[in-house]
Structure formats: structure tokens, C-alpha cells
């Protein structure tokens, strides 16, 4: 039984009929419609929201058949049952077709009635609430930064797979990786998927301390600390508490602030400059670094116990060169995105200048994709991106791409009679010699896919 506040029609021709059913369906928190024909129906249901609407089959106007297609398109969430004198089995099983919840026939069993309303009325709530959580669920999904990573290359599935694996746990995660690759939107991406998700996360760039500063900005001081401390001021500890603490650009932390943040990581204690008492420091930790550690802590640039403290799970984040397989994505998406929020209209590069983009070294990485496609979508008038505009923007590189790909001064020329196969074979020979080395760019380049053309030099042995 429903006991929510709900909203019924009833429309039927015959004042007798529609006034004993809006009798037998009347109870507290219902509130129960009649009209006399199917103009009255329709403008009914175009002012109100029904949860559930009885319709004569036969009545002045538009028939309920007709009003039950509109019911169906219109309102998904209402559910429409049919009332006729004349009821037959193609009749109901046209009904049923055309989204009717159930076909009754005259005269109307009210006991039947009754159980039939409320199965409909139980249908409605579950219709919204599935609908609620599947709102819900996309409103998570877009917000999840897991969503935002393109990962069709294989290093990219590796690096995510390992932070699906390791995000529920609490130990501490090194993001490795140059600068521009993405490094902050896969520390989101643990946040997103760990049981912290619904507390804060706080970045901080550790490049951007002194360290004169370093303890005031991540431990916080009380008032009087030090010239200058008018008021307690919380550090980065307190205001990630139960949430995720990001420490970029760790490998930039002086080395006399290493031993404090090493005190931290150990103990999960620190205290506030001024402070007397020790506070726990309730959050995860996720760091990353466009240094090699490894050969800081060799030189004496970075402690080794730290190191060892932060480098739990690795995860190497591989520059946008090496997986050239997720950059049409990331052109589409960047697109999409830069076209809404420049208030463009929809752009894209064609074929010829998507080679180049797939060609194209990135040493800026996503970041320096992104800043190109924002450039392009502002300065380039019509809907389609050519070689010529990357030419203004990347440069001679892209120019001399643009030859490569249209094939300017680099023919490949071939005996008459020559096979396909033979053709295809002198073909990629000829672009692994004379336009690049790099397979990934070589397929772009050939417009096949980098398995492709491992496959096809195996056959051709042309390694």
C-alpha cells in the first residue's frame, strides 16, 4: 500500500461511473481528478503532475487510446490504466503495447480496482526513485575523476588499474610523472574512489614553500607564533582532516622540512607552530614528483627514509608521447569542452590534422593539448581544424608533419606489377626510415593501429 501524497485522473464520459470510482479510490493524502471527456484529460495532465490516470477508451475528443501514446511520450513516470465496455484481447494487448499499466473492463470490479491502483501507484515510486538514483549515479560518475581519465593505451590502464586496486586502503600513493601528464586528476581519482571520498581534498604544491614557511602552511600556527600571527591560522593538516592531503611537486621540499613531514608520515602527528599540544593528523596521504627520487636520494637531494616512507605504491603516469592511442579522445574531449565554455560552435580537426596532433612530441603533455585546443577553438574561424592551423600555432614542426602526411617530397615509388603486400611492406619501411622511428607515431602516421603494425612488420620481417 502507497501512503505518500499522490495525484489521480480519472476521465469517463459517464458522470455515474467517474464519480463512484473517485469514490472508491478517495482516501487521506490523494488527491483524486475527474473529468467528463478527452480535451478535459488532456489539459489535466498538461497543468498537474498524476501518478496514476484512468482513461475511458470511448469518451468525446481525443479516445484514451490516443491520450495513452501521449501519456507514454510525455510523462514516463505516470502510469495509465484503460477503462472500456468493450473490452477484447486485441484491444488489451494494443493497449499493453502502447504502455497502458493494465486494461479493465466495464462494469469495474471497485476490490480489483483498488489492488490494481496501488500496484500502479507502487510502480510510479519505484519509476522516480530509480530514476532519483540513476540521476544520482551520473551526477557521481561525472564528478569521479576516474571518468575524466582517458585510458585506451595500455601504460594508461596500468596506472589506473593500480589506483582502483590500492584507493580503498590508506597507504600512501606516489604519482610519478612529468609535468603536464595528469598527475592531480589521478590524486582526485584515489580521493573519488576511497572511503574519504566524502571529505576533503586539499593540493599543495610543496615548490611553492620556504623553509621559513613550510611548517606554518601545512601544520597551521596559533596566534603570536611568530611576527606577523595575528590570529590561529589551521595549516593544510587540519583543513584535509578526514579527508586526502595531495603533496605535489614533493621531490621540492627543502631538506630540513623533510624531517618534519617524515615526523608527520610515522607518527600521524604534527603541532601547530605556537601550539602546545600535539594534534593527529587524519587524512591520506598522496604525493607526486616530476624528479627522479630515486637519483635525489642518491645525491643527497632527497632522504631516503622518506623516500621509502612516500614510495609504498608507485604509479608511473606515462607522458602523452607514449600513448599516442588516447590522443583522438583527448582532441574530442577537449574540443567538446573548449566549444561549451568559449560559447563556439562545434569544432574538430580533420583527418590530416589529427595525424599531426597524433604526431606531435608534447613535451607540455595533456596540459599543453588542452592550451592548444582552447587556442585553436577561440582563433580558428569555420567548424573544421586544418594543418595550416596547426602550422601557426605549433610551428615549423607541424608544417613539416603536414608535408609527411600529404606526402610532399617524400613519394614512395614502386615497381608496375608490384603486389599489395609488397606495396604495404615498402610502405611501412619506408616510414620507419624516413619519417620517424617511434612505431606509435609510425601508426598514426599510416593511420593503423600500433598492434597493427607490430603485426605487419613481424610479417613483413622488417624489424
Known sequence: MIDLPVRILIADDEVYIREGLRDALQRPGRTVDIVGDGYAARRAFDASTYDVVLLDLRMPGPTGMQLLVEISDRLPDTQTLLLTAHGNIDTAVE???????????????????????????EQTQLVRENRQLHELLEQKDSDDAFRRIV????????????????????????????????????????????RRHDGPFVAVNCGGFTEELFASELFGHRRGAFTGAHADRPGRFALAEGGTLFLDEIGEVPLKNQVELLRVLESHEYQPLGD????????????????????????GGFR?????????????????????????????????????????PRKRPDDDAMRILCGHSWPGNVRELRNLVQRLVVTTEGGTIRPEHLTQVLGEDASAAARKVAGA???????LGSSLEQVEAELIRQTLERLTKNRRQAAAVLDISVRSLQYKIKKYGLD
Open 151 to 194: 585510458h585506451r593505451s595500455p601504460a594508461m590502464q596500468r596506472a589506473t588499474r593500480t589506483v582502483k586496486q590500492v584507493a580503498l586502503s590508506d597507504v600512501p600513493v606516489l604519482l610519478r610523472g612529468e609535468t603536464g601528464a595528469g598527475k592531480e586528476l589521478f590524486a582526485r581519482a584515489v580521493h573519488d574512489r576511497s
Open 409 to 415: 617530397g617524400e613519394m614512395v615509388s614502386m615497381p
Open 95 to 121: 493497449a499493453m503495447k502502447a504502455g497502458a499499466f493494465d486494461f479493465l473492463t466495464k462494469p469495474v470490479d471497485l476490490d480489483h480496482l483498488r489492488l490494481v491502483v496501488d500496484r500502479a501507484l
Open 276 to 299: 602546545t599540544q600535539a594534534r593527529i593528523a587524519d587524512v591520506r596521504f598522496v604525493a607526486a614528483t616530476n624528479r627522479d627520487l630515486e637519483r635525489a636520494v642518491a645525491n
Open 304 to 344: 631516503d627514509d622518506l623516500y621509502y616512507r612516500l614510495n609504498v605504491i608507485p604509479v608511473d603516469i606515462p607522458p602523452l608521447r607514449d600513448r599516442l592511442e588516447d590522443i583522438p579522445i583527448l582532441v574530442e574531449t577537449f574540443f567538446e569542452e573548449s566549444c561549451r565554455a568559449y560559447d563556439q
